[in-house]
């Protein structure tokens, strides 16, 4: 990068975390460091728990993403609208009247403490690993730029968010997350722009659009029902519907979002302004990705996107077979591109004949090129067993770095810095939040002052961060990242929820009868999950059913069991 570009980067890092400091300078107790006082407004709730869910990881592999699958991701989101509407209607009321910390508070005084614990344990799993993902986005943007190790770079960047987030709390959080959505709206638009911008002149947005369509990348719906795929219309409506709804209604990291609103009322506008803006932000995202993918195909696009793989390759045993296979690339890539103008041509000329002949065409050219670029990983890993074979969160980093002006340079890695920083602090914070409240405030330290809490909290949050930045270290082999927090998710989710579902809806069940059919559902998720049984998002709505099930058989038997006792005494 450009001095400029390294200036415009820095000094928008230091604005937002100086910003955060100083707005949350006068947070002392538990109830300010936690849940900032309970004093947001909607639209402050709304954008904090966008800004949590919007991580690096949004920005870096969703384009990625959309290059290499298309749009049909974005259904992955279509059950959040009503996911949204059960949460305003039940959960926040319930969470809000209780005046709890934390959801798992809850649900002691429903049922026990050890399905209080069981579930807290869950979501702390869960959230810990999750987290520990979205530490890797960002050290991948500066392990490209500077060509150091990627591992150096995951403790840097665990370092500056975890002093953040130790010093400011949720307070500090909140506040910066607002500045941070501007900036980061801001930063997508203009990229689109360049984007479209840099296509030939006389492809504009509509013929881009129809390049992609014909090459099959605006697959946005799918109506086929197929529980081994994973993303059409019906794991997005159903499966995606149990997957927000245990994200937004159980996990601390969302939970914790949106007890700050200063009422039920602001609290349910903020989660509404997610429902209504979150699908069109996702969408946008997937269609930069679709607007690179058509840039490449005028430009000569990288076989290989992540250039440090491509150093090690180039300089290892096997860099004359990388070589011919670049020679092969660049050459089926050539002929690829006389069928791409072909069939712009025949777009122009509105002549359907052509357009279907091109398109068969470009198709098998692709095809070509596509089978040259697969032979790349297979040689990184004759290389190296631990090479990063999986170039998809590279794609958009790579394009922003090699064709974007200077100055816009540094401000979209400062947009994906800016995301890391909001959802790995709201990821700190709620683990450091349900670790003192659900366990050392319960059951090591029951009675102690405001100021002992807050520093226990500040504690736990660097333990959380060093436990993150190790699985932050690991996160290189798990593909797509932004598919790969989902799964993780998918994984806990639906039991999490099942949980909650039965005890606000089944009151005649009690914990020990949830607390036995948590544990049993989750063994078989994960048995189906190890075995591929099915596509991950149907995990959330398995997960979900089974708890309730297994619950409603447990105590009848247990009612019944009951009631012989009682017969024969």
Same mark, same amino acid.
């Given at each position: 990068?450009?001095?400029?570009?390294?200036?415009?980067?820095?000094?928008?890092?230091?604005?937002?975390?100086?910003?955060?400091?100083?707005?949350?300078?006068?947070?002392?107790?538990?109830?300010?460091?936690?849940?900032?006082?309970?004093?947001?407004?909607?639209?402050?709730?709304?954008?904090?728990?966008?800004?949590?869910?919007?991580?690096?990881?949004?920005?870096?592999?969703?384009?990625?993403?959309?290059?290499?699958?298309?749009?049909?991701?974005?259904?992955?989101?279509?059950?959040?609208?009503?996911?949204?509407?059960?949460?305003?209607?039940?959960?926040?009321?319930?969470?809000?009247?209780?005046?709890?910390?934390?959801?798992?508070?809850?649900?002691?005084?429903?049922?026990?403490?050890?399905?209080?614990?069981?579930?807290?344990?869950?979501?702390?799993?869960?959230?810990?690993?999750?987290?520990?993902?979205?530490?890797?986005?960002?050290?991948?943007?500066?392990?490209?730029?500077?060509?150091?190790?990627?591992?150096?770079?995951?403790?840097?960047?665990?370092?500056?968010?975890?002093?953040?987030?130790?010093?400011?709390?949720?307070?500090?959080?909140?506040?910066?997350?607002?500045?941070?959505?501007?900036?980061?709206?801001?930063?997508?638009?203009?990229?689109?722009?360049?984007?479209?911008?840099?296509?030939?002149?006389?492809?504009?947005?509509?013929?881009?659009?129809?390049?992609?369509?014909?090459?099959?990348?605006?697959?946005?719906?799918?109506?086929?029902?197929?529980?081994?795929?994973?993303?059409?219309?019906?794991?997005?409506?159903?499966?995606?519907?149990?997957?927000?709804?245990?994200?937004?209604?159980?996990?601390?990291?969302?939970?914790?979002?949106?007890?700050?609103?200063?009422?039920?009322?602001?609290?349910?506008?903020?989660?509404?302004?997610?429902?209504?803006?979150?699908?069109?932000?996702?969408?946008?995202?997937?269609?930069?990705?679709?607007?690179?993918?058509?840039?490449?195909?005028?430009?000569?696009?990288?076989?290989?996107?992540?250039?440090?793989?491509?150093?090690?390759?180039?300089?290892?045993? $096997? /860099?004359?077979? #990388? +070589?011919?296979?670049?020679?092969?690339?660049?050459?089926? &890539?050539?002929?690829?591109? %006389?069928? =791409?103008?072909?069939?712009?041509?025949?777009?122009?000329?509105?002549?359907?004949?052509?357009?279907?002949?091109?398109?068969?065409?470009?198709?098998?050219?692709?095809?070509?090129?596509?089978?040259?670029?697969?032979?790349?990983?297979?040689?990184?890993?004759?290389?190296?067993?631990?090479?990063?074979?999986?170039?998809?969160?590279?794609?958009?980093?790579?394009?922003?770095?090699?064709?974007?002006?200077?100055?816009?340079?540094?401000?979209?890695?400062?947009?994906?810095?800016?995301?890391?920083?909001?959802?790995?602090?709201?990821?700190?914070?709620?683990?450091?939040?349900?670790?003192?409240?659900?366990? $050392? /405030?319960?059951? #090591? +330290?029951?009675?102690?002052?405001?100021?002992?809490?807050? &520093?226990?909290?500040?504690? %736990?949050? =660097?333990?959380?961060?060093?436990?993150?930045?190790?699985?932050?270290?690991?996160?290189?082999?798990?593909?797509?990242?932004?598919?790969?927090?989902?799964?993780?998710?998918?994984?806990?989710?639906?039991?999490?929820?099942?949980?909650?579902?039965?005890?606000?809806?089944?009151?005649?069940?009690?914990?020990?009868?949830?607390?036995?059919?948590?544990?049993?559902?989750?063994?078989?998720?994960?048995?189906?999950?190890?075995?591929?049984?099915?596509?991950?998002?149907?995990?959330?709505?398995?997960?979900?059913?089974?708890?309730?099930?297994?619950?409603?058989?447990?105590?009848?038997?247990?009612?019944?069991?009951? /009631?012989?006792?009682?017969?024969?005494?």
């Amino acid at each position: 990068m450009s001095q400029i570009d390294w200036l415009v980067l820095s000094l928008t890092l230091l604005s937002i975390v100086f910003y955060g400091v100083w707005k949350s300078r006068h947070t002392k107790d538990l109830s300010g460091y936690l849940l900032a006082d309970k004093q947001l407004p909607w639209y402050h709730v709304g954008l904090s728990v966008m800004a949590t869910q919007a991580s690096a990881i949004t920005f870096l592999s969703a384009p990625g993403q959309s290059y290499n699958d298309g749009l049909r991701f974005v259904q992955f989101y279509f059950g959040l609208p009503l996911a949204m509407i059960v949460l305003c209607i039940t959960f926040i009321p319930i969470f809000k009247n209780l005046n709890v910390y934390t959801a798992y508070e809850y649900l002691e005084k429903r049922f026990d403490n050890k399905t209080r614990s069981l579930t807290a344990f869950l979501f702390l799993l869960q959230r810990g690993l999750s987290t520990g993902i979205t530490l890797y986005a960002p050290a991948i943007i500066l392990s490209t730029i500077l060509n150091t190790d990627i591992n150096y770079m995951i403790i840097f960047t665990g370092v500056i968010v975890i002093s953040y987030t130790v010093y400011g709390g949720t307070k500090a959080v909140s506040h910066t997350q607002m500045l941070q959505m501007a900036i980061i709206f801001s930063g997508l638009f203009l990229s689109a722009y360049l984007v479209i911008k840099m296509l030939p002149t006389d492809v504009g947005f509509i013929d881009a659009l129809s390049i992609a369509g014909k090459m099959n990348k605006l697959n946005a719906i799918d109506t086929h029902f197929d529980l081994n795929n994973k993303y059409n219309i019906w794991s997005g409506i159903i499966g995606g519907f149990f997957l927000q709804l245990s994200y937004f209604g159980t996990d601390q990291s969302q939970v914790g979002r949106y007890l700050t609103g200063k009422s039920i009322s602001q609290s349910r506008l903020g989660l509404v302004m997610n429902g209504v803006l979150k699908i069109p932000m996702q969408f946008f995202i997937l269609m930069i990705g679709i607007l690179v993918f058509v840039f490449y195909q005028f430009n000569s696009a990288p076989i290989f996107f992540n250039k440090v793989e491509v150093d090690r390759i180039e300089n290892s045993a $096997y /860099k004359e077979e #990388y +070589k011919q296979l670049e020679q092969d690339y660049e050459v089926a &890539s050539s002929a690829k591109l %006389i069928e =791409v103008n072909k069939l712009v041509k025949a777009i122009e000329d509105k002549d359907v004949a052509a357009i279907g002949s091109a398109k068969t065409s470009l198709q098998v050219a692709d095809k070509k090129v596509t089978e040259i670029r697969k032979k790349v990983p297979a040689l990184m890993e004759k290389n190296d067993s631990k090479a990063d074979t999986n170039d998809g969160n590279y794609i958009f980093l790579r394009f922003v770095t090699e064709h974007f002006p200077i100055g816009v340079i540094g401000l979209l890695i400062a947009i994906i810095f800016l995301a890391a920083m909001g959802s790995t602090a709201s990821g700190l914070n709620s683990l450091a939040s349900t670790t003192v409240v659900d366990f $050392y /405030k319960r059951i #090591y +330290k029951k009675e102690q002052s405001e100021t002992h809490y807050v &520093s226990a909290s500040r504690w %736990i949050t =660097v333990a959380w961060g060093a436990f993150c930045v190790v699985v932050g270290i690991y996160a290189s082999k798990l593909g797509n990242l932004i598919e790969a927090v989902n799964v993780l998710g998918s994984l806990f989710y639906g039991t999490i929820l099942g949980i909650f579902l039965v005890a606000f809806y089944m009151k005649k069940i009690n914990g020990k009868a949830v607390f036995s059919a948590a544990l049993i559902a989750e063994s078989f998720i994960i048995f189906a999950w190890l075995k591929e049984l099915t596509a991950f998002l149907w995990l959330n709505v398995i997960g979900c059913l089974l708890v309730m099930l297994f619950a409603f058989v447990i105590q009848l038997v247990i009612n019944n069991t009951s /009631k012989n006792t009682a017969s024969t005494e």
